[in-house]
């Protein structure tokens, strides 16, 4: 069996000269759950871990606690070879409300016909209201760009939107705090 120093021996509380573990060379799996942030890592099938990039950082957590790398290299190097899964084609699929984006199944579909804003819910009995598209929002703080946000929140700010792409809304986004 072949064997090697534990990858984890320059940060683990419980180090001994004797700790090796099996060969993980081609067994790290890193499954994508957010886009380019946020992995599970599992070896050979199992988890043992998660995984985060955090301003060019990556952390992962595991049994032995927290680990920070500074690259994806010093990452390999402790890891071995990872194979980065993608997101599932059937997490990504799309729906549309009158034309405009969301990312949920859309239940009880309405348009706002004074706001002209296309309007669902996520459940077929939820009273919670979303707004399908793209919006750019302003808080105490700011302007922010929103992906389907709640009706409550929209009625309660100043907005702008719907837009059908994330584009249309980082451009006007910049318009407004531009301003």
């Excluded at 090697?4 to 419980?14: A, I, L, M, V, Y």
């Excluded at 579909?109 to 004074?114: E, G, L, Q």
């Amino acid at each position: 069996m072949n064997k090697k120093k534990c990858p984890f021996e320059e940060t683990c509380e419980h180090k001994t000269d004797d700790c090796y573990e099996e060969t993980m060379k081609d067994s790290i799996t890193a499954k994508e759950i957010l886009e380019n942030k946020f992995w599970i890592v599992e070896n050979k099938g199992v988890r043992i871990g998660t995984l985060t990039l955090d301003e060019e950082k990556y952390i992962l957590s595991d049994k032995q606690g927290t680990h920070f790398f500074n690259s994806e290299r010093q990452l390999k190097k402790t890891l071995g070879d990872i194979s980065w899964g993608h997101k599932q084609l059937e997490d990504s699929i799309s729906y549309e409300v009158h034309g405009y984006p969301t990312s949920y199944k859309p239940y009880n579909p309405m348009y706002d016909v004074r706001k002209h804003i296309p309007l669902f819910t996520k459940s077929p009995k939820s009273k919670s209201v979303y707004c399908a598209g793209h919006y750019v929002i302003r808080f105490d703080k700011g302007w922010v760009k929103s992906f389907c946000p709640k009706l409550i929140t929209v009625e309660a700010n100043d907005f702008k939107g719907p837009f059908k792409t994330d584009f249309e809304a980082r451009q006007e986004l910049s318009r407004v705090k531009s301003q």
